[in-house]
C-alpha cells in the first residue's frame, strides 16, 4: 500500500503560478503510476496528468497541457504539479492518486489510492 499527503494548494490570481506537491509513503513509491485529479464544487472528479512508474513518459488532460507540468523523485517519494498561467476555472480540490504498475490509466476507478486532496483557487 501506499499513502499520499499532497501540499501546496492556495489562493492566487489569474495567470500566477503554484507547485503543488504529493508526498508518498512506502518503499516501493517507484513501482507506482502516479497521477493528478482535481474537483471543482458540483462537478465530477477529473483527470489531469500522469506519469510513469519510472517518470519517462507524462500525459496531459487538454484543458491543462501546455500551463501544468507532472513530475517526480522516485529518490524522495514525491510528485509535483506544476501549475502556471491559472485561470479562474482551474479553482478546485487537487488530488494525487497511485496505481500500481506501469498501465496507463485515466479514470480515477483506474486508482485505488489517493490523497485528502489541497484547495486551489484562481481569483481576482
Known amino acids: 500500500q501506499v499513502q499520499l499527503v499532497e501540499s501546496g494548494g492556495g489562493l492566487v490570481q489569474p495567470g500566477e503560478s503554484l507547485r503543488l506537491s504529493c508526498a508518498a509513503s512506502g518503499r516501493t513509491f517507484s513501482s507506482y503510476l502516479m497521477g493528478w485529479f482535481r474537483q471543482a464544487p458540483g462537478k465530477e472528479r477529473e483527470f489531469v496528468a500522469r506519469?510513469?512508474?519510472?517518470?519517462?513518459?507524462?500525459y496531459y488532460s487538454n484543458s491543462v497541457k501546455g500551463r501544468f507540468t507532472i513530475s517526480r523523485d522516485n529518490a524522495k517519494n514525491t510528485v509535483d504539479l506544476q501549475l502556471i498561467s491559472l485561470k479562474p476555472e482551474d479553482t478546485a480540490v487537487y488530488y494525487c492518486a497511485a496505481r500500481l504498475g506501469s498501465a496507463y490509466a485515466t479514470s480515477k476507478n483506474d486508482y485505488p489510492y489517493w490523497g485528502q486532496g489541497t484547495q486551489v483557487t484562481v481569483s481576482s
Open positions: 506519469i510513469t512508474p519510472g517518470g519517462t513518459y507524462t
